[in-house]
């Protein structure tokens, strides 16, 4: 039995690449078993959730991640169509959250000057 349904992710396509070049949307969906596809108004894209051998293999419990698919080779192919490199996109933990947030904070407290209230203080004025 083929493990295709423990290979799910999430592709999003901007509504600009459908409109300007359907034909690579169209090799980029060709291997993907679409099961859902969801409007963004705020992004100008389509989110789709699918099925496809590119993917990982995910756990029920797992997050379904999301794949950035990067086109190569535009009409270098045998029959002309594109080449399509599937990929994760970066995940972040909470960890890894929190981790980057400290940083920040350090780097913005560096950067301060303190403020002194026995004398004038330039920044005020």
Request: negative net charge.
């Amino acid at each position: 039995m083929s493990d295709l349904l423990q290979r799910k992710g999430i592709i999003k396509i901007s509504d600009d690449l459908i409109r300007k070049s359907p034909e690579n949307v169209m090799e980029i969906l060709k291997d993907a078993l679409v099961v859902r596809i969801d409007n963004d108004f705020m992004t100008r894209s389509l989110t789709y959730r699918a099925y496809s051998k590119h993917f990982d293999l995910c756990d029920e419990q797992e997050s379904i991640p999301i794949y950035v698919a990067t086109i190569t080779n535009i009409n270098s192919t045998k029959n002309g169509n594109i080449e399509v490199k599937w990929g994760r996109e970066k995940e972040y933990t909470e960890k890894s959250v929190m981790n980057m947030l400290e940083e920040i904070k350090k780097e913005i407290s560096s950067k301060e000057e303190p403020i002194s209230f026995s004398g004038e203080d330039k920044r005020l004025k």
